[in-house]
């Protein structure tokens, strides 16, 4: 089985729509979405109704929990300004959000939106954050977002040592699951990635050849920041945009 899994859209509709046409090529059996489609970007509605549309299993992430709670005391300012916006334009899909998991396994796989311990907030950035998970980890592979920083943590099940697996210089990963390991794997953000690339992060695993891809793909950057700028959002979201 072919699943692909994304995180972190973020109401960015032109990298969504760009992320369904690389899975539609790439034909895979099954989309799983680890959470934050809102917030940030200008098409809240737009992003929610095509992630019911076309993915099989939908997270919750941060910014659903904030837009349901009508809690936004954990976010920074420009991030406050948009998720107050964006709770007046999705009162028709809020029904919708509820209905969202906040976790979810399937057979040795785990998805999550943040971490283990925490689904929504605890952010896994570097080994010891990592190795604090490993510690709840049951199944063989955790899947998450939040960061926006794609990267992979393995850790050895005999000798207990975790190491960090970042992207390549473009961006990108491809790695083999081995039988050996513990994984959590961080799928990095459609639409708003961190990590100094201006590109959507789309991934694949493959559960018979045991083969975790992560791609790079391009989408109509400027058409977002115009939409972005012109409903009056902060501008310093543009920048993650841009790469910076």
């Given amino acids: 089985m072919k699943i692909g899994i994304i ?3 973020h109401s960015n509709l032109e ?3 760009s992320a369904i046409k690389f899975y539609e090529k790439n034909n895979i059996d099954k989309l799983i979405i680890c959470g934050d489609i809102i917030g940030y970007g200008p098409d809240p509605s737009e992003c929610i109704n095509l ?3 076309n993915a099989d299993i939908i997270l919750k992430g941060n910014h ?4 349901l709670k009508n809690d936004f ?6 991030a406050k300004i948009s998720l107050e916006w964006t709770a007046k334009e999705i009162r028709e899909e809020i029904e919708q959000i509820k209905k969202w998991e906040d976790k979810k396994e399937i057979e040795d796989l785990f998805f999550v939106h943040g ?3 925490d689904p929504y907030y605890k952010y896994i950035f570097n080994i010891i954050d990592a190795e604090d998970e490993f510690k709840n980890l049951e199944k063989r592979i955790c899947f998450v977002g939040h960061t926006h920083i794609p990267v992979i943590f393995r850790k050895k099940i005999e000798t207990k040592k975790t190491e960090k697996i970042p992207a390549d210089f473009s961006g990108k990963i491809e790695i083999e699951i081995e039988e050996n390991f513990k994984y959590i794997i ?6 708003f990635p961190r990590d100094g690339y201006p590109f959507s992060c789309v991934s694949i ?4 050849k045991k083969i975790f891809k992560l791609e790079r793909i391009e989408y109509e950057t400027e058409k977002t920041i115009k939409k972005i700028l012109e409903k009056g959002l902060p501008s310093k979201i543009c920048s993650f945009l841009k790469g910076f």
């Fill in 73 to 78: 005391l954990r976010f920074k300012k420009y």
């Fill in 115 to 117: 971490s283990i311990t």
């Fill in 64 to 67: 659903e929990d904030g837009i």
């Fill in 186 to 191: 961080n799928v990095g953000s459609v639409g």
């Fill in 15 to 17: 990298s969504f729509q």
């Fill in 205 to 208: 695993y493959d559960t018979e």
């Fill in 7 to 9: 995180s972190d859209i």
């Fill in 51 to 53: 992630a019911e549309k």
